[in-house]
């Protein structure tokens, strides 16, 4: 979510899937583009194959280049 009312360009967002003992296990990265002021966007990460466990929690990570 952009709380601010300045639109963000260049964002990309990463996911990190961690185990039971704490370690990452999977990645993922996706682009989101621009992200207008006030306003959300859903962001989808998909892997190239089956995850081999299920994740005890996750890591979102949004970074944006605005000298682009």
Not at 18 to 28: I, K, L
Not at 34 to 57: H, I, K, M, Y
Request: hydrophobic content about 40%; some cysteine; overall charge negative.
């Amino acid at each position: 979510k952009n709380n601010s009312s300045v639109e963000i360009p260049n964002i990309s967002a990463g996911a990190i899937l961690v185990d039971v003992s704490g370690n990452a296990f999977a990645c993922s990265v996706a682009g989101v583009g621009v992200l207008n002021g006030d306003s959300t966007q859903q962001v989808t990460f998909t892997w190239p194959q089956p995850l081999e466990q299920a994740p005890v929690t996750d890591e979102v990570y949004f970074r944006s280049n605005l000298t682009k």
